[in-house]
């Protein structure tokens, strides 16, 4: 009866003990795994955080389907620079998220149309927005600003060019300063963007 009682005991010691260890690996005990959740700052102007540029994907093609419903339209385009990377932002007026195609092409052709658009540097990216409308869709005055949008010399980013509607795809190109650049591609919200990082 005392040995039963005496392991039972030393089995109880055994749990709690292991309960009041560490969670970070010290006495023997399993690190807890947390998953750490970041979000870009909405600034174009904010500098990256340390090593964020080793975090710009590749250059393979991206997509992403928009919410059912979404209709938006481009209300701005800004071109700015980071620490490791320079950023390309479509700002979004109307409802829903957007999806999106994102690729290098060879050459720039306008849709719909057919016909090449001029773009500088010596890379193209093009972007396709989904889930787009024409403005009196939305209800969202369209941009109306530069075009081409130039971004800072000595960048990834060249210049943007164009925002048209056809058939509920905004199109628009980035010239890039090398073929081959990593970038990725992202949805901030309050407002909505579509946020393209291309690394330096």
């Known amino acids: 009866m005392m040995r039963a009682r005496s392991a039972v005991l030393t089995a ?16 023997g005990s399993v690190p807890t795994v947390t998953e750490t959740v970041t979000s870009t700052p909405p600034a174009e102007t904010t500098a990256a955080a340390p090593g964020a540029a080793a975090s710009k994907g590749d250059a393979d093609p991206k997509t992403a389907p928009p919410a059912q419903g979404a209709r938006l339209t481009v209300m701005d385009i800004r071109a700015g620079v ?30 719909g149309s057919g016909f090449p658009v ?28 530069p075009d081409p949008v130039r971004a800072q010399p000595g960048g990834s980013v060249v210049e943007v060019r164009g925002a048209l509607v056809f058939e509920g795809v905004t199109q628009s190109f980035i010239g890039v300063s090398e073929p081959g650049l990593p970038f990725s591609v992202d949805v901030l919200t309050n407002p909505t963007r579509l946020v393209i990082d291309v690394e330096r």
Do not use: K
């Open 82 to 111: 980071h620490d490791g990377f320079d950023r390309v932002v479509y700002e979004l007026g109307g409802r829903g998220m957007p999806g999106w195609r994102v690729s290098y092409v060879d050459q720039a052709i306008q849709d």
């Open 12 to 27: 109880i010691a055994a749990v709690v003990f292991a309960g009041c260890s560490t969670p970070d690996g010290e006495n």
């Open 118 to 145: 001029d773009v500088a540097g010596n890379a193209i990216l093009e972007v396709q927005i989904e889930g787009s409308a024409y403005p009196f869709d939305s209800g969202v005055e369209p941009y109306d600003g």
